[in-house]
């Protein structure tokens, strides 16, 4: 006999999904969290929700401290909500580190849990190149105190871009750098060119191509840009190369991980031990929270022995919280028979009596249906989930058309993009 039908490791959005979903299902799930000022995971507490929430009260607090009290604020209540739901639903949460055992044991603290099925949610942590005191990985921007005047961001990735254009709005004199030829890899080059035009009219000094040779104690950094030698001290270094996957531990067990450090799974998410499944970071699919959610999902319905539809990894939607913020959902590639449609926002009723007209929207039509979008603008999240839902579920050009949309919206840009563009 066990004494959970269910236990998980980690409670990021992976972790504390699947929990809730089996105790919905009325399993007996135990969910494993370190520190119980991190329930929720990365995303809630250092990541996505607060990083977001600073960016959005930017636009009206330019008080640092005020931003970022009424932030945590929030997130602390959120985690709160949390923990609640997750005792009312009957999931037994335990501060402990957990080391896996067996297919069915978990121990932590010197005592043994046993389970039917177990769930590795362990997630990731910043990737580290620059291993030096002075420079400080995303979540620093919650420990300090005061607005650093200089600041140098590693790192023209999502998490770059975004911190670059908090700190910018509050007026800190903000550059990335960045080693490959452009921020962003893996978006549209057409809207990267626009967003980098923005950024410089927003005086974010951009330098790609870049190599940092050295970064002294004193915080004078070393940066090679197209055979140039510069020099620079900053009041703030901040490091944000990418993420790892959290596996090292499971390794030791021997779960099987691959050359890059991810736990591998099989479809079905199952490693290499019996009754043991990963999702989330801590594998190789796209390291974002929405994701993680949604291997839960799909998780869960295999322990229950339902049938699932395998995620299509390649139509996701990506979004970048920058300001303006950049997005893209299906096959954005340029293919033979690919119609492209554009339209701009300064089109846009909406977006232009809010002042918000900068950026415009490529849709990649084939064969009557949207194959892909990218989508560059403000507060464009909400018309990439429709775009997903059209991609994914393949509708044709005039069912669209045949949808009315409400007038004013940045949704009807689409519309008008079929219509018009």
Known sequence: MYDFDLIIIGSGPAGHTASLLAAKNKLKVA???????MLGGVCLNEGCIPLKGMIYYSHFEKGFNQIKTKV????????????LRMENSGIKVINSYAFLKSGNEISADDKVYTAKNIIIASGSAPK???????????????????????????GGG???????????????????????????????????????????????????SSKIVEIKEDNVVTIINENNKIEEKYDLIIETTGRKPNSENFKNVGIEIDKDGFIKVDNNYKTNFDNVYAIGDCINTPMLAYTASKEAEMVIDIILGKKINQINYDEIP????????????????NEEDTKIIKYFFKANGKAFVEGKESGF??????????????????????????????????????DIKNTIHIHPSYNEIILDALNYG
């Open 31 to 37: 969910i494993f969290e370190k520190n119980p000022e």
């Open 318 to 333: 990506k979004v970048v919280f920058s300001l303006p913020q950049v997005g893209m959902v299906g096959n954005t590639k």
């Open 158 to 208: 999502v998490v770059g871009c975004e911190y670059a254009c908090f700190f910018n709005e509050l007026g800190v004199n903000v550059t990335i750098v960045e080693i490959l030829p452009t921020v962003l890899p893996g978006f549209d080059g057409e809207i990267l060119n626009y967003f980098l035009r923005e950024l410089k009219k927003k005086k974010i000094n951009v330098l790609t």
């Open 128 to 154: 580290r190149i620059f291993n030096q005191k002075n420079v400080f990985t995303s979540e620093k921007i919650f420990e300090i105190d005061h607005l650093p005047e200089k600041i140098l961001i590693i």
């Open 72 to 83: 945590l604020e929030k997130v602390k209540m959120l985690r709160n909500g949390l923990k």
């Open 361 to 398: 929207i490529k849709l990649l039509v084939k064969d009557n249906k949207i194959n892909g979008a990218c989508v560059l603008g403000n507060d464009v999240v909400e018309l990439l989930n429709e775009l997903s839902v059209i991609i994914n579920n393949k509708i044709s050009i005039q």
